[in-house]
């Protein structure tokens, strides 16, 4: 079975490197300033042309509230009001995209994050999904994924009662631990009886799909209090679980420089958490689907990866890889064909380019030949653990092992190692080594090396 997982300590010591999560190849990390709106322009030409379906994500950056560890593009404010001059160039900005695409292209997939989205005015809200559905072809049918983050401090059954009726099905709930003494270190007071709340709203309101966050590593956690988190997770039965390794990075991300480095838990305590996290989520009858997310057998991940058809991008795992995305926002990036952009992370920066009537793309890449070919072999390792090279030489007319030759010895040092099965037609990812398929993916990253390894969280 798909989720089968074998835990080896010895190879985890051994291959918990730093590396790249792969919600796109290249990675964020190669964007550079090379591209612009032209470019932009160019690729949803394209787009138009082929009638592409969509994928949207729009990014709310404003939190009332600071959380230590968070590393996101946000804006901290008391200041509700800080919200209508941003909503004002998104909606240009929403516009300037719209008028290049084909109202003839559906919105499969839509997902608002941030930042906390729900940090708008229920107007606030209702304006901005009435835009977009003035701009952009949504569905009405409750047939597409439409999601949004919410943090249950800032969410009440009025406000989930709104968002289904603007047609949101689909909820991820920040929650990371229930411990009162880790949210204190953390910056995060959020009670069990809070997020059970909006739970509960969201079940009696047909949402689809229920996705909880929760992170291990932060300060005061121990093996033993998180272990009864989960265990209060897993009695809320959500669909999704995303379980994300907290990587304290305090040079990079300033918020990180109020935790206290002493209280962090040790690495073993944290191997210790996320083996028996793993144990009780599969005895709870959740599948693990790679790189921290398990689902219920019947979620729609799960079924995709049983029939190989999960894929992955900006947003994660999903099942609309085959739509171009389009980000819009604050530092959101747009996958297009070939095309990878990221709008400007600085506030100021992207309400100044909108109100010239410019889009504020200031960064991205074009992939060539070369990124595509690894881009197709990196998807199908961490989304279906396995390669066929077969299918990889008839989409891009290569030779396998001639083409990737110089990966070999250390390839068949994996399969030695037992993280990968590897023989004249594929490679298989092992249950060892499923835990660890980042390090099996770095292995055909081109741009990997030391220096920018460094930017990366650990695998584990």
């Known amino acids: 079975m798909l989720d089968a997982i074998r835990w080896d300590t010895d190879l985890i010591r051994r291959y918990d490197l730093a590396g790249p999560r792969y919600t796109s190849y290249p990675t964020a990390v190669q964007f550079d300033g090379h591209v612009g709106t032209f470019d932009l322009f160019h690729a949803l030409r394209e787009s138009r042309k082929a ?49 290049h695409l084909d109202p003839a292209q559906k919105v499969e997939q839509l997902h608002f994050g941030g930042g906390t989205p729900t940090f708008l005015s229920h107007d606030e809200l209702r304006q901005l999904m009435a835009q977009l559905r003035k701009s952009f072809n949504l569905l009405d049918d409750d047939s597409g994924d439409y999601g949004i983050e919410i943090d249950p401090r800032e969410a009440d059954w009025s406000t989930m009662g709104l968002l289904r009726e603007l047609g949101f099905n689909r909820v991820s709930i920040g929650l990371q631990d229930l411990d009162p003494a880790v949210q204190r270190a953390v910056n995060r007071l959020q009670s069990l009886e809070e997020t059970r709340a909006v739970i509960d709203a969201a079940r009696t309101l047909q949402f689809r799909s229920i996705n909880i966050d929760l992170i291990y590593g932060l300060p005061r956690q121990t093996p033993d209090n998180f272990a009864r988190t989960v265990e209060e997770v897993i009695n809320l039965q959500p669909d999704r679980l995303s379980v994300f390794n907290y990587a304290h990075l305090p040079e990079r991300f300033m918020p990180q420089r109020r935790i206290n480095s002493d209280e962090l838990p040790t690495p073993a305590q944290k191997l ?36 190989s058809t999960l894929q992955r991008n900006f947003q994660g795992y999903t099942t609309h890889g085959h739509c171009d995305l389009i980000g819009l926002g604050v530092s959101a990036i747009s996958q297009i064909g070939d095309l990878y952009c990221q709008n400007s992370s600085d506030l100021n920066q992207y309400q100044n380019a909108l109100a010239s009537t410019q889009l504020a793309t200031n960064r991205g890449l074009l992939c060539n030949a070369d990124d595509r070919v690894r881009r197709a072999v990196i998807q199908q390792l961490i989304c279906s653990f396995n390669v066929e090279f077969a299918e990889i030489e008839q989409a891009f007319n290569i030779d396998f092992r001639g083409y990737f030759g110089e990966l070999w010895p250390q390839l068949q040092g994996m399969a030695e190692d037992g993280l990968i099965e590897l023989n004249n037609d594929r490679i298989n990812v092992l249950p060892a080594g499923r835990l660890l398929v980042r390090s099996v993916c770095m292995v055909f990253d081109a741009y990997l090396d030391q220096q920018n390894r460094q930017r990366f969280s650990r695998v584990i």
Do not use: W
């Open 51 to 99: 009638l592409r379906p969509l994928s949207l994500y729009v990014h709310v950056p404003f939190c009332a509230n600071i959380c230590y560890y968070c590393a996101c593009n946000k804006v901290i404010t008391k200041d509700r009001g800080r919200a209508l001059p941003y909503l004002q160039r998104l909606e240009q900005e929403i516009q300037l995209i719209a008028c």
């Open 272 to 307: 210790e958490m996320l083996q028996r996290t793993i144990e009780q989520l599969t005895a709870a009858g959740y599948r693990y689907i790679g790189m921290d997310h398990f689902a219920l057998p019947d979620d729609e991940l799960a079924i995709a990866q049983e029939e």
